[in-house]
Structure formats: structure tokens, C-alpha cells
């Protein structure tokens, strides 16, 4: 029973935290239909700018707590300074466009933000772990956990709920639905669909970004960082279907789930558990659990 | 006129005899200018997640040495201008990017940079894309870092060498410095990469303590991804079922998250951490790191090293060229393969009457060699001569709260020959037959 509980709260640990990291990805996917590979680097930005943020904070003697507001507001700062400048002054150019150029620019977006990451701070290592000690420790049994980690199950029910509410039960988020049913019906009823894009697209740098802060005080924010989180949560949206919050949170829940318990039982299968589960939904479900399935236009 | 014409036809003979003589003095300058310089492509990772750790100090290493060597700063055997008088100039190519670019990369070095030496290469992966083709080309090619035993245990090179012992060394000196301090080990966890480097090192340890602990059983086995950052899970499952000793060859940024998200959850108050190569992360870490930890660092490296005049002139201009840090396991690689390459290329000019060396006359003069290096004597001596072998060291970590730094005490060097496979056998096979040859052990 032990052993079960365990793998469940390692599985949604590490669930929780791919979550966050690929809501960003659908979100963008679902309005913009871009397939974001830079959505890693704004990921790494995240984790970085927190870094900044919360060393900055601890200088003004701010109370250890005010680093959380730190890093929510390094997710911010990412976002918008980040956001507007990759959208207009580049992505835009290349709407209507085929999709694979736009995952190609995206791609070269994301080299050039390795060394932009570099440039701004650095090869060195930065640590942000203060934050990782404010929530404590809770033991099970003879495991111990960082509150943390309980932290942040939180703040991935608290990400996913508000974009689930943002874009269902509000009026802008209605006309976020009309765009992705038809930019072109919305923009004929006065919609102005390239602001809805630029909003969509800040919204998931803001994700992204968020996710990096929250990640940093529990890694060692350096280089590199981007690359395998893109993979991750490109497995979780394909599994939920791509442009599905609902399926965002269910595809990181089964890969959490599922690399807990090769973990715990079969350590050598760990990474090949995730695309078995990635390819068996894709033969039963090719869209993805979530996604509907869509009329072709003629 | 006719003088005239006479006049004309000894300016016309004049002219054609200065341009002959221009044009042998424009040949013999390009010779002279070929002469000047010996290039060399330096391949180290200057981005991704090597970078911090090992790509960039590797790099900065080179440099602070090349600028010693061409201002005849270095210390004896070292202190001739150059390479041999010769100007040395170096290429710095990223390593990332993976095996076949960096093919591509190595061609392109031998023949559009047309550099006479590359050295480089910290992946095993790399390394064992790149040195057939170097052998193909028949250029000049040192493999500085990389730790896969299997480069010259599978198979046979005349261009190609590695100056630093491979990773079996490291994992025998750990096991033997476990034994010599008597440390409990009935029971091992092992957590390492998903790749050449971490199932090589996983096995040389658990084979190695399979001799010194006959009784000892490996419990966990994990195997995270390369660059996985989140071990909540793996740390539970190693506090589910702790064994004495836990080892890892986990390196750089996943190293470093191994610590941060395993040290408040009490994972090292329940086990013995051993580390293979841990002493990059130290400045880094810094009280981060608990106190009683394990660790190698690939060589008597860093605060391991013996104590020399070289290592002493080492540790200040490297010092001095980045704002007063520690020299570490990356550039003390790079270092001992610079320091052997030069006197390589010095000794092959010998012997090539004073003229920049063929590849063929470089690897000559290289095979089976011995120089001295910062961190102690390099010896040839495997593989006919292009493996290296080399003393290395295991200390405990302490955080030095005064001097705000982790110190490495208890330390224990280990002469090569106590820890590198002899000659003739492979890595596996030595360590299963329990170390035969082995001298000189503490």
C-alpha cells in the first residue's frame, strides 16, 4: 500500500509539473496552430529571469515569501517582453504560411534564444533554492517529501482551472473559440484576429515562463535547459490531443503516472514508457484523447 | 637605337628576373608564413548542458595555455615559443549538436581550416564517431576527455590517441577507496545516465565492489534520461530502499538537481553518496553539497593534485585569467593534452630538421611518450601507445564555512597502475579477474 501511495505521489508530482509546462503548448497549438519548438527556450527564459527576480528580492531583504511573488512576476516580465516581440516581429509573418515552416522558425527561434540565454546571462549555473525550503517537509512513512512539490500541485490545478475559465466562461475567451473555429467568420464579425493571436501567444510564453520560474529553485538553472522539456510535453499534448487543456492535464497525468511506475518497477523501461503510452494512444486515438475530430474545408 | 633596343631587351631580362624573383620570394614568404603557425581545432561543448561544466572551461583552459605557450611563459620542458617556435593558432568549435555534425565539423577542420592537430572531444559518443574518420583522413586527432574504455579496446589506431585515462579508473579508485576506509557495503543503489557513460561507469563500480565485497547485492538500478533534471522519483524509490553505498556518475546540471531535491528529502543522511567525477560541482554547489560525500574527479585534479611547480604555475594563470577560480577536471584534460602535444610537435620537428611535422612524424613522436602535466605524470601506455594512463585521487567533501568553499580531506591518490587496466586486456576482463597487475595500490 505503501509502495502504491508512493508511486501515485511521484507520479503526480511529476505530473503536475508537466503540466504547467505543456498547457503553454496547446494553448499556442490550439489558437495559432504553430507547433512552438521554442517553447523550451521560453521555458528556459522563465527559469533564468526567476533566477534574477527572486536574487534580486532576497537583495532588498524581502521576505523569503515574496520570492514566490518574484518568480510569478520573472513569468510575467518573460512574457511581456518576450511574447509581443517573437509574434509581431516575427511569427506573423508567417501565418497562412505551411505549418512545417512555422516549426522551422520556430526552430531556428530556439537556437538563437540558446545563445540569447547565454549572451544575457552567462555559461554559469544559478540557484534559486530558497523557495524550495518555505513549504517544509512532509513525511510518509519513511519517505519524506519537499512541501514544494505539494506547491506546485497547486499551482498547475490553479493554471489549468484559470485557462479552462478564461476561455469558456468569459467573453474574450468566447471570442478566442470563435477565432480557433474560423479566423476568418470571426474576423468578419469584427474580431481582430491578429490582437486575439498576440494575447493567445503571450498567454503561452506566460505558461511556459511560469513553469521555468517554478521549476528553478529545484534545478540548476544553466544551459540546456530547454531541449528535453520540449520533447516531454510535445508527448503530453500529442497524447491529449493537440489545442486540449482537458487533454494537456490527462496526458501529463498518464506520462507522470506511467514513468512513476517504471521507476518504481522496471527502471530500465523509464524513458520508453512514455512513447509506449505516447504510441499506443496514437493507434487507438491518431488525434489525440481530446481533440475532435475536425471537418476538412473545401 | 641600338643601344636603345639593347637597353630595352636587359630591362625586359631585368624585369622577367624580378618577377621570377618576386614571385620565388612570394613562394618562399608563403612557406615561411606556413611555417609560422601550427593550427589546431579545439572541439569542446560551447553550448547545451556540457557548456558550464566542462565545455567552457575546457575551452578557457586552451586558451590561457595557447596564450602562455606563444608568449614563452610556460615553465620547463615547456617554455620554447610556440609549438617549436612555431605560432600556435587555435579553432574553437561547440561539440553539441551531436555524432554526425560532429563529423562533419572534423572534416571540415582538416580541410577548409587546415589545421595540423585537432584536440577535443568530451563525449563518448563523439569520441567514437570521430576517431575513424580521423584515420581515414590520416590527420592528427587527441581525444582529450572522453571516458568509454571501448574507443581503443575495439579498435586500432595510428593517428588517433587519447591523453587522460578512461572512466574504468575512475570507478576502481572509488571501489578501492571505499575498501581501504572500510566503508559498509553490503548493499548498493546505483543511479546513473542513460547513456555510454553512466551503464560504462555503473558496471566497472558494481564489478569492481563485486571483488572488494564479495557479498554485497545491488539493489536499485536507475537509469534516468541524459538531462532528466527531476529525480522526485527516483530519490523516492532510493529512500524506499536505501543501501549503505549509493553511486552516481550523474554529472553537471543533473548532478547538481540530484543534490538540490535530494539533500532536503534526507537521502544522503541514509546512504554513503559516491560520485565519480564530482569535482566540478563543488564551487558551484558550495554548502549545498553535504558534508561526507565521495567523490573523484577524473584525476588528481583541482584541490587533489599533487603538489608541483607546474600544477603551482597552472593554478595561477588560469587563476589569474578568470577572476581567481580553481582550474578543475575539464581544463587539467585539456591541459595534459597540450602540454603532450607540444612536446610532440617539438620532438618530431627535431627529427624533421627543424620543419613542421607530418601527422605521420607527430603520432610517431607522441606514441608511447610520457611528459609531466599539472596533474601529475601522463604516460602512453596502452593501446601501443595512444591511451593514457595516470594517477588519480578520491577525497570527502567538508563545507569549509570560514573560507566559504567546499574542501575535499581524507584524500587517497591511487598510482596508475593501481587503477588502469595493463596492457593487452580489456577494462571488463580486468576488473573480472580481480586486477591482475595492479602495483603499487595504498
Known amino acids: 500500500m505503501d509502495g502504491l501511495l508512493t508511486l501515485l505521489i511521484d507520479g503526480l508530482n511529476y505530473a503536475s509539473w508537466l503540466f504547467i509546462v505543456s498547457l503553454g503548448l496547446t494553448l499556442v497549438f490550439g489558437v495559432l496552430k504553430i507547433l512552438n519548438i ?62 512545417v515552416l512555422l516549426v522551422l522558425v520556430t526552430y531556428a527561434l530556439f537556437l538563437v534564444m540558446e545563445d540569447v540565454t547565454k549572451l544575457i546571462w552567462g555559461a554559469n549555473p544559478y540557484f534559486v533554492t530558497e523557495p524550495y525550503g518555505l513549504f517544509g517537509n512532509v513525511d510518509f512513512g519513511v519517505l519524506s517529501y519537499v512541501g514544494y512539490d505539494f506547491a506546485l500541485w497547486g499551482l498547475a490545478v490553479a493554471a489549468g482551472l484559470a485557462a479552462w475559465w478564461a476561455l469558456n466562461r468569459t467573453r474574450q475567451g468566447k471570442i478566442v473559440l470563435a477565432v480557433i473555429h474560423s479566423p476568418e467568420v470571426a474576423s468578419s464579425m469584427g474580431v481582430r484576429v491578429s490582437r486575439v493571436y498576440t494575447i493567445a501567444f503571450g498567454a503561452g510564453v506566460f505558461l511556459a515562463a511560469l513553469a521555468g520560474a517554478f521549476t528553478a529553485p529545484m534545478i540548476s538553472v544553466q544551459p540546456g535547459l530547454s531541449v528535453s522539456v520540449v520533447v516531454l510535453s510535445f508527448a503530453v499534448v500529442i497524447i491529449g490531443g493537440l489545442g486540449s487543456i482537458e487533454g494537456a492535464a490527462i496526458g501529463a497525468l498518464l506520462v507522470g503516472l506511467a514513468r512513476s511506475a517504471a521507476v518504481h518497477l522496471a527502471p530500465a523501461a523509464e524513458l520508453f514508457v512514455i512513447y509506449a503510452v505516447m504510441a499506443g494512444v496514437l493507434v487507438f486515438r491518431p488525434e489525440g484523447l481530446f481533440q475532435r475530430i475536425q471537418a476538412r474545408k473545401i | 637605337m641600338q643601344f636603345q633596343r639593347s637597353a630595352s631587351r636587359g630591362t625586359f631580362r631585368s624585369a622577367l628576373c624580378a618577377v621570377a624573383a618576386s614571385t620565388a620570394l612570394l613562394f618562399a614568404g608563403g612557406e615561411v608564413h606556413a611555417q609560422e603557425t601550427f593550427k589546431i581545432g579545439i572541439v569542446a561543448f560551447l553550448s547545451g548542458q556540457a557548456a ?180 522526485g522519483t527516483e530519490i523516492s524509490v532510493l529512500l524506499s530502499k536505501p543501501a549503505d553505498v549509493t553511486h552516481t556518475s550523474l554529472w553537471g546540471g543533473d548532478l547538481q538537481a540530484l543534490m538540490l531535491q535530494a539533500g532536503p528529502r534526507g537521502l544522503f543522511k541514509r546512504t554513503q553518496l559516491v560520485i565519480s567525477a564530482g569535482d566540478h560541482v563543488l564551487p558551484v554547489l558550495g554548502q549545498r553539497m553535504p558534508d561526507g560525500v565521495i567523490l573523484g574527479a577524473r584525476g588528481a585534479y583541482g584541490q587533489m593534485a599533487p603538489k608541483s611547480a607546474l600544477n603551482d604555475w597552472w593554478n595561477d594563470i588560469y587563476a589569474k585569467a578568470y577572476n581567481g577560480q580553481q582550474p578543475l577536471h575539464s581544463p587539467y584534460r585539456m591541459a595534459q593534452a597540450l602540454l603532450g602535444l607540444k612536446l610532440a610537435v617539438e620532438k618530431a620537428m627535431v627529427a624533421n630538421g627543424g620543419k613542421k611535422p607530418t601527422p605521420e612524424q607527430l603520432a610517431a613522436a607522441l606514441r608511447g611518450s610520457e611528459w609531466d602535466s599539472p596533474g601529475g605524470r601522463i604516460r602512453m601506455a596502452l593501446a601501443d601507445g595512444h591511451q593514457a594512463i595516470q594517477d588519480t585521487a578520491i577525497a570527502r567533501t567538508r563545507y569549509d564555512a570560514a573560507a566559504k568553499k567546499v574542501v575535499l580531506e581524507d584524500i587517497m591518490r591511487f598510482p596508475a597502475e593501481c587503477v588502469n587496466p595493463p596492457a593487452g586486456t580489456t577494462a571488463e576482463a580486468w576488473i573480472k579477474a580481480g586486477f591482475p597487475g595492479a602495483k603499487n595500490c595504498p
Open chain 1, 38 to 99: 521554442a517553447h523550451g527556450s521560453f521555458y528556459a527564459l522563465g527559469a533564468y529571469a526567476a533566477a534574477s527576480f527572486v536574487g534580486w528580492a532576497a537583495g532588498m531583504q524581502w521576505s523569503p515569501w515574496m520570492s514566490l511573488a518574484a518568480m510569478l512576476l520573472a513569468a510575467v516580465a518573460v512574457a511581456a517582453v518576450v511574447a509581443p516581440i517573437t509574434e509581431r516581429g516575427l511569427l506573423r509573418f508567417f501565418y497562412g504560411r505551411d505549418e
Open chain 2, 52 to 231: 558550464e561544466s566542462f565545455g567552457i572551461p575546457a575551452v578557457n583552459g586552451a586558451k590561457v595555455l595557447v596564450d602562455a605557450f606563444n608568449r614563452s611563459a610556460a615553465p620547463a620542458p615547456y617554455g620554447q615559443k610556440g609549438f617549436g617556435g612555431l605560432k600556435i593558432e587555435a579553432v574553437y568549435v561547440d561539440e553539441a549538436g551531436g555524432a554526425t555534425k560532429q563529423v562533419q565539423e572534423l572534416r571540415a577542420l582538416y580541410d577548409r581550416e587546415k589545421v595540423d592537430a585537432v584536440v577535443g572531444y568530451i563525449g563518448s559518443g563523439d569520441c567514437l564517431a570521430v576517431a575513424p574518420v580521423a584515420e581515414e583522413l590520416k590527420r592528427f586527432l587527441i581525444l582529450h576527455d572522453c571516458g568509454t574504455p571501448r574507443i581503443f579496446e575495439d579498435g586500432k589506431f595510428s593517428y588517433v590517441f587519447r591523453t587522460a585515462s578512461h572512466a574504468t579508473m575512475d570507478n576502481v579508485a572509488l571501489a578501492r577507496y571505499l575498501k581501504a576506509h572500510n566503508a559498509k557495503a553490503r548493499s548498493i543503489n546505483l543511479i546513473n545516465q542513460d547513456y555510454a557513460w553512466g551503464h560504462d561507469a555503473k558496471a566497472d563500480f558494481a564489478a569492481a565492489m563485486g571483488q572488494f565485497y564479495p557479498d554485497a547485492t545491488v539493489g536499485q538500478d536507475l537509469l534516468p534520461k541524459f538531462g532528466a533534471g527531476q529525480y
